[in-house]
């Protein structure tokens, strides 16, 4: 099922956050429309094909003006896979920040979404994060409903482990088909959890153990947000020693592989067999088009070791 709603060549999503004229200001105008219509063609032309979604992102400009090209462009809508997120909800007038999975306001969200992209229906919703006051039962009515509405295609999830995972899905009477983490080169909790099994190192890893494996047996989709690691080792200042050494490195195997660093680093977290999902979120083109070059690169066992013991700062156990 996987491989028909996402093709062969999506290897990397286009994480939408930053549309919309950033966080800070509060409307948006023709030169952000401009910079999404051609950040959008950029990574169709790309290979990509995957566009992420939330409602929070920039307060709701970045669906805003993507939603201002596809009505402008509607033919741009068929060559895309579109998902988006809902739940987390901003501290407002009436309470602080929270997770919201009620009906009213999962619903509410989707509606909305639907309406600012000028699109019917969403490929894939995902819920942003768990709600602790999450009532299964009614968030499955909701989310039954609304594919029996055409509004969604898909459910998926973010920031959850395997044991919540399972729990949601007693309650659906369909597949959770994605769960999005921070995954990269810089975030290994999720690797580091298999890697140091049975020894004292595990107590500090602080992931929960068998998502990987819970979502590799049960069909669901890993995307990996912050793949990039906010360009820690791809331009952006180093803070350590630590990262410059890997920043270095990143830097000579991008010469040997004749690729970019952002694609290095891409391939490292497309290596694993599980076939993870790079989201990257750069509005800058050259380096849209730089990360599309980890769709041709696959990193050598060795080199994908060497990167692992160089950003851990010591080999493997």
């Given at each position: ?20 004229g950033?966080?800070?200001s509060?409307?948006?105008?023709s030169s ?5 219509e ?9 290979g ?9 992102y920039t307060?709701?400009k ?13 033919s ?7 998902q ?12 602080p920040?929270?997770?919201d ?13 639907l ?8 490929d ?7 709600d ?6 009614q968030?499955?009515d ?8 055409g ?5 998926g999830?973010?920031?959850m482990h ?13 597949p ?5 983490l921070?995954?990269s ?12 099994t049975g ?23 890993l ?14 200042p ?6 410059e050494?890997?920043t270095?490195?990143v830097?000579q195997?991008?010469e040997?592989?004749s690729t ?10 497309m ?7 790079p989201?990257?979120g750069?509005?800058?083109?050259h380096r849209?088009r ?9 990193l ?15 080999e493997v156990?």
């Amino acid at each position: 099922m996987l491989k028909t709603i996402f093709p062969q060549a999506s290897n990397l999503i286009y994480g939408c956050m930053g549309l919309g004229g950033g966080w800070e200001s509060s409307r948006y105008d023709s030169s952000h429309i401009n910079q999404a219509e051609e950040v959008i063609e950029t990574a169709i032309d790309s290979g990509i094909r995957v566009f992420d979604h939330a409602d929070i992102y920039t307060h709701g400009k970045a669906e805003a003006v993507f939603g201002e090209v596809l009505k402008k462009k509607p033919s741009l809508r068929d060559k895309m896979i579109l998902q988006s997120k809902c739940a987390i909800r901003f501290k407002d007038d009436l309470g602080p920040k929270r997770y919201d999975f009620s009906t009213e306001w999962i619903r509410s969200s989707v509606e909305h979404s639907l309406r600012r992209l000028h699109t019917e229906q969403l490929d894939i919703l995902l819920l942003h994060r768990p709600d602790p006051l999450m009532q299964p039962e009614q968030l499955a009515d909701v989310i039954s409903q609304l594919i029996s509405e055409g509004k969604i295609a898909h459910i998926g999830v973010s920031n959850m482990h395997a044991h919540q995972i399972a729990f949601l899905e007693t309650a659906l009477n369909m597949p959770v088909i994605v769960n999005q983490l921070e995954m990269s080169l810089a975030h290994r909790d999720w690797l580091e959890d298999g890697l140091t099994t049975g020894s004292k190192l595990n107590r500090h890893v602080g992931y929960a153990p068998g998502t990987l494996e819970y979502c590799w047996t049960h069909n669901v989709q890993l995307q990996a947000w912050g793949s990039l690691a906010q360009g820690r080792f791809s331009g952006r200042p180093t803070q350590s020693t630590q990262d410059e050494v890997t920043t270095a490195l990143v830097r000579q195997l991008a010469e040997n592989y004749s690729t970019s660093a952002e694609a290095i680093i891409l391939a490292w977290l497309m290596r694993h067999p599980i076939g993870i999902q790079p989201v990257v979120g750069t509005t800058n083109i050259h380096r849209i088009r730089a990360c599309a070059q980890a769709n041709n690169l696959t990193l050598s066992r060795e080199d994908w070791y060497l990167l692992l013991e160089t950003a851990r700062g010591q080999e493997v156990p």
